[in-house]
């Protein structure tokens, strides 16, 4: 299939001027991804958040691909499938909240004078990753979106959709790399630094009741 010569300009614009900013306020606003690229930038520093946004990045690049590709649509027609999704999510939400709530509770937490490896970088990228691939409201969103974008095309078409994939990730990127730089400047470390058990207390709560919710 030839993807360029199917790809068309005028169908392009029409569906990333509506689906653009629908996505950009979705990813934009709070949910599982932004809490933990918050909560990491503040507890272990710029490098470890950003490596985490980052993997947040390609865990949202891999469901705009397959959504972008009808397979999301097939996906969610499997209802064990997203029965599977929720059930892993729920249970990484968990984990997520039982190291937050431990080091919370016993004031005993890791800190960005612990010096990072690149072993530590990949660590958490994969972290953002599962975070985001074990994330159905990801899938979801980009089911959502492609699906507006295909709506204002007068022939759509997979290369078209993919074209509004690339951009609306473009946007998730800026956001979520944004979210690592904001939370990692030296007023929010002075801040967590005298309210970390606090903070990472209402992180990991907030993390139970997204995995309750994904149980639900």
């Known amino acids: 299939m030839d993807f360029v010569a199917l790809f068309s300009w005028s169908d ?3 569906g990333i001027s509506i689906a653009g900013p629908l996505f950009f306020v979705g990813v934009a606003s709070p949910g599982p991804g932004t809490l933990a690229i918050m909560s990491t930038s503040m507890r272990l520093g710029r490098a470890q ?42 249970l990484y939400f968990l984990w997520l909240a039982f190291k937050l709530l431990k080091a919370s509770w016993t004031g005993v937490s890791k800190t960005a004078s612990m010096t990072p490896t690149l072993k ?10 599962l975070l985001h691939v074990f994330n159905p409201k990801a899938m979801f969103v980009w089911l959502a979106i492609i699906s507006v974008a295909l709506a204002q095309m007068s022939a ?12 609306c990730w473009s946007l998730s990127f ?39 919710w994904l149980f639900w």
């Open 12 to 14: 392009w614009l029409a």
């Open 120 to 129: 530590t970088y990949i660590k958490q990228f994969v972290s953002g990753l």
């Open 156 to 167: 759509p078409n997979s290369a078209t959709a993919l074209g509004v994939t690339l951009v």
């Open 49 to 90: 958040g950003v490596a985490l946004a980052m993997g947040i990045c390609t865990g949202s690049l891999l469901w705009g691909v397959v959504a972008a590709s009808g397979l999301g649509a097939v996906m969610n027609a499997q209802p064990g499938l997203d029965s599977a999704l929720r059930i892993g999510g729920g």
């Open 174 to 212: 800026c956001v979520f790399l944004g979210y690592a730089l904001l939370f990692s400047t030296e007023r929010v470390l002075v801040l967590y630094d005298r309210l970390w058990r606090w903070i990472d207390g209402t992180c990991g709560v907030l993390f139970v009741l997204a995995a309750v």
